[in-house]
């Protein structure tokens, strides 16, 4: 155990300045195993004459060193290596502590030995040493626990039944790559593990490897090479694909991926400046906010745009309506520019800052050829729309009674497409949820956009400066509740789609899981 940890704090790149690791993981746990048996200093007492870099094409690395106190300045040194069990083994000819010959049997004991290690889901790092890189002497094993952070667990199942493929590439082991893979979630009954080496017994055509990569969740042994090659094989069955990164290695995957991700704190300055999106965190659970946000975001412009167009559809069709069936001009140019100010202004520009739904997660990716504008959305606009003009023109009827437009006539017809239009806002917080279900205090600026846009209009009402620019009078108390109770209609008409909505996906669910 003492020679295994010499070798593993010598061979050994990473420094400890207190509590603080500078260098790889893996080595500064190395380090922190070698200073709780007080060998973390075991590397000063050698100078390092040679090294071979760690690469994960070779997935080993070794340094050539020789001890201070030696007084043959000439000797040769000795080398220390470390790396994966199957590729130290390869470099060993004899076994210690006895530097017998290394037989079959014993390296056959040895990596079932790592397999068990592994499948307790352990990183097994095999280590030797020896005068000639080539006649090693195998020294032992070490394995070495990396435990998830915490909310890595939950954050991949929410991606999973958001309908985002979380796949795994690692260079560990199978048997330790199988055992993370499950204890994450990542690892099906109907999925595949496939190594390095047998994608590159696949071939390297991505159309050719599509199938099969999709439906592989683990990658083992692999090299940047090989993520390149995943990246392009799901790119041709055309999945957007989102690849994390932190070598200087892994800047090509990162960069050919859709989505590039680097990591703040470990990743090296080329794959950050390869990325798309660095976590400064370095944490898993962060491209699970990111993704509810980029989707939130995308429905808010979604809810933003069914507003925009609705209102501006509805005054666009109410003028011109109005000059098709040869009815007088219901508002005046003052009354449309305050329209316009409300459509474009505060309640349009708070939905855009509507809170994420928690629920966001559960609807599945969009397609990257997806129109923002659906025909059932276009579908939905249009209602708002026929519904909005249809009470506006009514009103504007019913009081044109005498045939002479009066600032009253024009103040009902103003009023009652003002209130359309708040009511119609908040049938936009929403393609599919109930506004009950949503609560109506859980958009404050919704709200305070709202509200001062129904105050502006009582001014525009009631306050005699106004009356007089936009030309309107005061309405009574029936006359408003006469009108809310109208224009209510496009949110009572609106809640009731979404209930069918709802109860249509229910019981298709139903229907699914009975078939099942």
């Given at each position: 155990?003492?020679k295994?940890?010499e070798v593993a704090c010598?061979?050994n790149?990473a420094?400890?300045?207190?509590?603080k690791?500078?260098g790889?993981?893996?080595?500064?746990a190395l380090?922190?195993?070698?200073?709780?048996?007080?060998?973390?200093?075991t590397r000063?007492?050698?100078t390092?004459l040679?090294?071979?870099?760690?690469?994960?094409?070779q997935?080993?690395m070794a340094?050539?060193v020789?001890?201070?106190n030696?007084?043959l300045?000439?000797e040769?040194g000795?080398?220390f290596m470390k790396?994966?069990?199957e590729?130290?083994l390869r470099?060993c000819t004899?076994v210690?502590?006895s530097?017998l010959?290394l037989?079959?049997k014993e390296?056959?004991h040895f990596e079932?030995v790592?397999?068990?290690i592994?499948?307790q889901?352990?990183?097994?790092?095999?280590?030797?040493?020896g005068?000639?890189?080539n006649?090693l002497c195998?020294?032992?094993m070490?394995?070495?626990?990396d435990?998830?952070?915490?909310?890595v667990?939950?954050?991949?199942?929410?991606?999973?039944?958001g309908?985002?493929?979380v796949?795994?590439?690692t260079?560990d082991?199978?048997?330790t790559?199988?055992?993370?893979?499950?204890?994450?979630?990542?690892?099906?009954?109907?999925s595949?593990?496939l190594?390095g080496?047998?994608?590159?017994?696949?071939?390297?055509?991505?159309?050719?490897?599509s199938?099969t990569?999709n439906r592989t969740n683990?990658?083992y042994?692999?090299?940047?090479?090989?993520?390149?090659?995943i990246?392009?094989s799901?790119?041709?069955i055309?999945?957007?694909?989102?690849m994390t990164?932190d070598?200087?290695?892994d800047?090509?995957a990162?960069?050919?991926?859709?989505?590039?991700?680097?990591m703040?704190r470990?990743?090296t300055?080329?794959?950050?400046e390869?990325?798309?999106m660095i976590?400064?965190?370095?944490?898993?659970?962060?491209?699970?906010?990111?993704v509810e946000?980029?989707?939130?975001?995308?429905?808010?412009?979604?809810n933003?745009?069914?507003f925009?167009l609705?209102?501006?559809?509805?005054a666009?069709s109410l003028i011109?309506?109005?000059?098709?069936?040869?009815?007088?001009?219901?508002l005046?140019a003052?009354?449309i520019?305050?329209?316009?100010i409300i459509?474009?202004?505060?309640?349009?520009?708070?939905?855009g800052?509507e809170?994420?739904d928690k629920d966001?997660?559960?609807?599945?990716?969009?397609?990257a050829t997806?129109k923002?504008?659906?025909?059932?959305l276009l579908t939905r606009?249009v209602?708002?729309?026929i519904?909005?003009?249809s009470g506006t023109?009514w009103?504007?009827q019913r009081e044109?009674q005498d045939?002479i437009i009066?600032?009253?006539?024009?103040?009902?017809?103003?009023?009652?497409?003002?209130?359309?239009?708040?009511?119609?806002a908040l049938?936009?917080?929403?393609?599919s949820k109930?506004?009950?279900t949503?609560?109506v205090f859980?958009?404050?600026m919704?709200?305070?956009?709202?509200?001062?846009?129904?105050l502006?209009?009582?001014l525009?009402i009631y306050?005699p400066?106004?009356q007089?620019?936009?030309?309107?009078e005061?309405l009574s108390?029936?006359d408003?509740?006469?009108?809310s109770?109208?224009?209510?209609s496009?949110?009572?008409?609106d809640?009731?789609?979404?209930?069918?909505?709802r109860?249509?996906e229910?019981r298709?669910?139903k229907?699914y899981?009975h078939k099942?």
């Amino acid at each position: 155990v003492i020679k295994a940890i010499e070798v593993a704090c010598v061979c050994n790149n990473a420094q400890l300045e207190g509590d603080k690791l500078l260098g790889q993981p893996t080595e500064g746990a190395l380090l922190f195993l070698g200073q709780k048996v007080g060998m973390c200093n075991t590397r000063d007492r050698y100078t390092r004459l040679d090294e071979r870099t760690f690469s994960s094409d070779q997935k080993w690395m070794a340094v050539c060193v020789r001890k201070n106190n030696n007084s043959l300045e000439n000797e040769k040194g000795v080398w220390f290596m470390k790396g994966a069990l199957e590729v130290v083994l390869r470099h060993c000819t004899t076994v210690y502590p006895s530097n017998l010959p290394l037989s079959l049997k014993e390296r056959a004991h040895f990596e079932g030995v790592s397999a068990e290690i592994g499948k307790q889901g352990l990183r097994v790092i095999a280590l030797a040493q020896g005068e000639d890189l080539n006649r090693l002497c195998f020294i032992g094993m070490i394995g070495m626990w990396d435990p998830p952070r915490i909310g890595v667990i939950s954050a991949i199942s929410e991606l999973t039944n958001g309908g985002v493929d979380v796949k795994m590439i690692t260079g560990d082991s199978l048997e330790t790559a199988q055992a993370i893979a499950d204890n994450l979630g990542i690892l099906t009954h109907s999925s595949l593990c496939l190594s390095g080496d047998e994608l590159d017994q696949l071939g390297t055509n991505p159309q050719h490897l599509s199938a099969t990569v999709n439906r592989t969740n683990v990658f083992y042994r692999v090299s940047p090479r090989h993520k390149v090659i995943i990246i392009k094989s799901l790119q041709c069955i055309n999945k957007i694909v989102a690849m994390t990164g932190d070598g200087t290695n892994d800047a090509v995957a990162v960069k050919r991926a859709d989505i590039g991700i680097a990591m703040g704190r470990a990743g090296t300055d080329v794959c950050r400046e390869a990325a798309d999106m660095i976590l400064t965190d370095d944490n898993f659970t962060t491209i699970l906010s990111a993704v509810e946000e980029g989707k939130g975001i995308y429905y808010n412009i979604r809810n933003f745009v069914r507003f925009q167009l609705s209102t501006s559809i509805s005054a666009l069709s109410l003028i011109t309506l109005s000059i098709v069936f040869g009815l007088p001009n219901p508002l005046n140019a003052m009354q449309i520019l305050w329209i316009n100010i409300i459509m474009d202004g505060p309640p349009a520009q708070s939905l855009g800052v509507e809170p994420v739904d928690k629920d966001v997660m559960m609807q599945p990716p969009r397609k990257a050829t997806d129109k923002m504008i659906s025909m059932t959305l276009l579908t939905r606009i249009v209602t708002s729309a026929i519904i909005i003009v249809s009470g506006t023109l009514w009103v504007f009827q019913r009081e044109l009674q005498d045939g002479i437009i009066t600032p009253r006539d024009t103040t009902m017809t103003f009023t009652c497409f003002v209130l359309f239009d708040m009511f119609n806002a908040l049938t936009c917080r929403s393609l599919s949820k109930s506004v009950i279900t949503m609560g109506v205090f859980t958009n404050r600026m919704f709200l305070y956009a709202v509200g001062g846009s129904l105050l502006g209009q009582l001014l525009v009402i009631y306050f005699p400066p106004l009356q007089i620019i936009f030309q309107t009078e005061a309405l009574s108390l029936i006359d408003i509740i006469l009108l809310s109770i109208l224009c209510s209609s496009v949110l009572i008409v609106d809640e009731v789609w979404k209930g069918l909505l709802r109860w249509r996906e229910q019981r298709r669910d139903k229907l699914y899981i009975h078939k099942v």
